[in-house]
């Protein structure tokens, strides 16, 4: 990353300017999981000289990251020429997997993608029935050797696991980080959203919390906070810890930007505020700058969902954190990863990561 991206995105930042764009490339998924309804919801794919002017136009129109997510993305069997296309337009972008279909050629490829921000795996049990049980499937062994086929690569881009914390969850997030602090891995935790009639959150009754759980999970945000003031190897700016624990207990969360910091692009190109609401224009008959003319037709629908179903997604809520926390953001970032290695990281410059014992045993096989 250039230090003029880094600029443009502060910038934007700062001023609360349109930023990111969450892709869901893909409805198709080889995971069933609780919470989630984009498995359950066909929908047309575009194919990439479908999709060359439509990402054209985001990138004109400010936007300078994108999150590729699903479904599974690599069941897109163009992906990585979705990847190329990113780049030659001047994205950046992360990349959220469940894992599974990581092997040894698609960790080498990824290696050498120079676009990539960081890349994110989800594990959300390091037991294989519970996994299942939140997941649908028991693919875990093949998620975790997805995760250190991509360290043996010596990846020069942030890796990190993504943990939906639930109900039977909750008491294994710590150790799951010790798991991931011992790879060299970050874990980004947050809690799971959950609710009726919303296009990507789902509700099974198996997840609703007790009372006393939710005062046990919202502890544990307590601790992940105080540990991420210390250094670990926590993702999110420490207050989006603090607000986690409002979500959880009912409180009132912080302001929701989505419709100004972000936006979600779907896999058919239409385009909406966030991955809940539904789409208020179509990229593919439209541009973006046309599209904004009715995002005032959207407030209302923000408000009632912020006031009434709101959810603590890391696509808003994260972003939102940065940039209203930037300083102290940056601050953070350099105790954990170290200020050499996060200034490279963020002009592309990553050095290789050291060889864990993990490594080295997986590089033997």
């Known amino acids: 990353m250039s230090i003029g991206s880094v600029l443009r995105i502060l910038w934007r930042l700062h001023t609360l300017q349109p930023v990111a764009i969450s892709f869901n490339v893909t409805h198709r998924c080889n995971l069933k999981c609780l919470m989630c309804n984009i498995h359950k919801i066909p929908i047309d794919e575009l ?34 020429e979705l990847f190329t296309l ?29 676009g990539i921000l960081q ?15 939140i997941r649908g499937v028991d693919r875990l062994a093949e998620v975790i050797n997805g995760l250190d086929l991509l360290l043996t690569t010596r ?20 150790d799951i980080l010790d798991f991931c602090t011992k790879r060299g891995v970050y874990l980004s935790v947050f809690p799971v959203n959950l609710g009726s009639d919303f296009r990507h959150r789902s509700i099974d009754a198996s997840l609703v919390p007790t009372q006393e759980e939710c005062e046990n999970m919202a ?23 603090r607000g986690a624990i409002d979500y959880i207990l009912n409180n009132r969360v912080p302001p929701c930007d ?48 912020y006031r009434h179903h709101p959810c603590y997604y890391t696509c808003t809520y994260a972003i939102s954190t940065i940039a209203r926390h930037k300083i102290s953001y940056a601050l953070e970032s350099a105790r954990m990863m170290g200020l ?21 045993r997986q590089e033997e096989l």
């Open 340 to 360: 050499s290695r996060l200034i490279a990281t963020y002009l592309g410059q990553t050095p290789k990561p050291e060889i864990t014992e993990q490594t080295r």
């Open 258 to 305: 989505a419709g100004r910091l972000y936006f979600d692009l779907h896999a058919d190109g239409k385009i909406a505020v966030c991955n809940d609401l539904p789409p208020f224009g179509d990229l593919t008959r439209e541009r973006f700058q046309d599209c904004l003319a009715r995002l005032d037709s959207q407030q209302e629908m923000i408000r009632q969902c």
């Open 119 to 133: 890349i994110a795996l989800s594990i959300d049990s390091l037991k294989p029935e519970l996994y299942a049980q």
């Open 219 to 241: 502890g544990l945000f307590q601790r992940l906070e105080k540990l991420k003031k210390q250094g670990a190897f926590l993702w999110e700016h420490s207050s989006f810890y």
């Open 47 to 80: 194919s990439l000289d479908q999709l060359e002017p439509v990402l054209v136009d985001l990138k004109q129109s400010g936007f300078e990251v994108i999150e590729i997510t699903g479904g599974e993305p690599f069941l897109r069997q163009d992906i990585f």
């Open 155 to 174: 990846l020069r881009k942030p890796l990190k696991v993504n943990l939906t914390v639930n109900r039977f969850n909750f008491g294994e997030v710590l």
């Open 86 to 114: 990113l780049e030659q337009i001047g994205f950046h972008y992360t990349i959220n997997s469940n894992g599974i279909l990581i092997d040894r050629e698609i960790a080498r490829r990824l290696s050498e993608l120079p």
